[in-house]
Nanobody, 118 residues
């Protein structure tokens, strides 16, 4: 089992940057595929990015491709989401999640609010 705690959210102007962090407990962090999701008010939760256990493989939603970068440091049990060129439509609660390959995301953090002002 793993517990996830996000941090780094906040208020930023359009075009600004934020770096989200997700710290994981447990000794098996490097076994998990890690993902970032977000949920805007009145909308469904949506996929943002994911990274393989080794960090070699990444995938992004089209809406964030080229602006966001996911990375991980297995020695620190932490996954990051670097968000650049932020837009008002990026405003949402951002969640990190963990899963084993071929399975659903089983573990979720509590979320961190990102607000981009126009």
């Amino acid at each position: 089992q793993v517990q996830l705690v996000e941090s780094g959210g906040g208020l930023v102007q359009t075009g600004g940057s934020l770096r989200l962090s997700c710290a994981a407990s447990g000794r098996t962090f490097s076994s998990y595929i890690m993902g970032w999701f977000r949920q805007a008010p009145g909308k469904e939760r949506e996929f943002v990015a994911r990274i393989s256990w080794s960090g070699d493989g990444t995938n992004y939603a089209d809406s964030v491709k080229g602006r966001f970068t996911i990375s991980r440091d297995n020695a620190k049990n932490t996954v990051y989401l670097q968000m650049n060129s932020l837009k008002p439509e990026d405003t949402a609660v951002y969640y990190c999640a963990a899963k084993f390959p071929l399975m659903e995301y089983s573990y979720w953090g509590q979320g961190t609010q990102v607000t981009v002002s126009s």
